[in-house]
């Protein structure tokens, strides 16, 4: 069985809280799934994409936030309520990106050059639907 890591994000700079529970993508199949069919994400979670320069919001029913981020947790950039069906521009220095509720990035004022701390909160085990029999 498969772990998710779920992690704190925090804006240092302005000593708010971008999301007390952000789950992180680190798979190929996580990260070209990301967020598509899910509900929107409520205040305090979030989606961390790793290794990822740009995002694309096709398939979804709801605008997010979108915040890119180097090798240093150094916010590159930001997309706020980046709507449905949007391709996102690439941000060459990111090394990871962050998808919010739409608004967040505004309520923390979190913007480029401010810095990240990210904190693992917990890992959960992730539900197998239809799991391979096991070979006796």
Not at 9 to 26: G, Y
Not at 29 to 54: C, E, F, N, V
Not at 80 to 93: D, S, V, Y
């Amino acid at each position: 069985m498969k772990t998710i890591e779920i992690i704190e994000i925090l804006n240092a700079t302005r000593n708010t809280c971008l999301a007390t529970r952000a789950r992180v993508a680190d798979t190929s199949w996580s990260r070209a799934r990301g967020l598509i069919g899910t509900p929107a994400l409520p205040p305090g979670q979030a989606l961390l994409i790793d290794p990822s320069m740009g995002i694309h919001t096709c398939f979804m029913s709801y605008p997010i936030d979108v915040v890119y981020v180097d090798q240093s947790d150094r916010v590159v950039d930001v997309d706020e309520a980046m709507p449905p069906w949007r391709l996102g521009k690439l941000r060459f220095r990111a090394v990871y990106v962050i998808e919010l509720p739409a608004g967040a990035v505004g309520k923390t004022g979190t913007q480029p050059g401010d810095h990240l701390n990210l904190r693992p909160v917990m890992q959960e085990a992730e539900v197998v639907r239809n799991p391979e029999p096991a070979i006796a």
